[in-house]
């Protein structure tokens, strides 16, 4: 599956993805074939990093 490139319409994606059908990104990264930690410095670099406890980037 291709995911968005533009850091906040992927951020968008993710949430939606993980509110919607993923209990947790390695779930959603197992799932989508994506490289948790590439995803999330490329969240972090706009300033959002995944909270577990809440299930999204915060």
Do not use: W
């Not at 951020?11 to 074939?33: E, I, M, V």
């Not at 590439?38 to 299930?55: P, W």
């Amino acid at each position: 599956m291709s995911i968005p490139t533009d850091p906040m319409i992927l951020l968008s994606f993710l949430n939606t993805k993980l509110r919607d059908f993923h209990p947790s990104l390695d779930d959603l990264c197992s799932s989508l074939q994506l490289d948790r930690s590439e995803l999330t410095k490329k969240m972090a670099s706009i300033g959002y990093e995944y909270d577990a406890s809440l299930n999204r980037f915060v």
